[in-house]
């Protein structure tokens, strides 16, 4: 892999707290000067069958637990939301940030905790990625959004787009959108879950499953993701007051659309929104719902026993 660096909907925190910190005017003038340029993020990969299968080993969907197991196959369609797993910047350790974060694309200091809030991806029928071909996939910053700096709860969205085209050609297979909300690391707040509203009363198709510590070491491994909270118990709860460690955002994302696939295996997906409402908890069962709204979209929700909502998405699938 190569890398280069060069300088929708209004998404919210995903825990309804407030933060109490303070901002210097030296902070916000970094801040600003860290938007002002343009930032360009430029990643090679490829979709090799040995990740592929470690993918698919992680999965509750595809490790061969509660369906059949079907290993990857050369030339195959890259699954939906795979490449989620790739195309991440490689660092050495001592070029990572205090809790385990790469520092591209973040903010300067304070603004250095990372939560992952959502995103849309589009897919192109015409030109899909494979298993056993490489890519490209090149990010810039499309915006910069700074709320609550009069209030002292400072907060920047940064959102990125990204394009993902696969080797030899010219057109993007992948089209995808990605917010993260940065916070100061000396935020304080109640851990209260938020209660979401507009969730369907039914479903027409479910998945249940129970993230482990492993499924979390095995997913941070394929991201090459050294976050701490998805991996140091005592720094979720003493650090960043979790009651455990947490669930990627991309993984729980990867698992709503998994889940529509599972129940729908020959669809074509057109776009996929999704957004996180609350941090979903390992070893917290949780069931991902889907429910049709005619014949070409779905409604996706994650919900735990106690029915806290960890995010909802709704699917697009492709005319033909």
Known sequence: MTMSFRCSKTLHPIYNRRLYTSLHSSDARALDEWIAPPKQ????????????SDLYLTLPTRDGTKTVYNPPELSAPLPYG???TFFHPRNSESKLRADGTDADFCPPPPLTRRMWAGGRMTWNSRNPLRI?????????????????????????????????????QREPSVVEERSHVYIADTAVGSRVPRDVKGIP?????????????ITLFRFSALTFNGHHIHLDKDYAQSKEGYPERLVHGPLTALMLLET??????????AQFDYRARNPVIVNQRMTI??????DHRAF???VNDEGVVGMTGEVELGID
């Open 201 to 213: 009363s039914k479903t027409d198709f479910s998945f249940t499953f129970t993230p482990s510590p």
């Open 132 to 168: 056993g071909e490489s890519a490209v996939s090149t990010s810039t910053v499309q915006s910069v959004e700074k709320k609550g700096f009069d209030k002292g709860t400072p907060m920047a969205f940064v959102k990125q787009r990204i394009e993902i085209t696969a080797s030899g």
């Open 289 to 294: 719902n889907g429910v049709w709204n005619g």
């Open 300 to 302: 996706l929700w994650a």
């Open 260 to 269: 529509t696939m599972l129940h729908k295996p020959n669809a074509k997906l």
């Open 41 to 52: 993020l430029v990643l090679s990969d490829s979709f090799t069958i040995e990740r592929i």
């Open 82 to 84: 795979s490449h989620l």
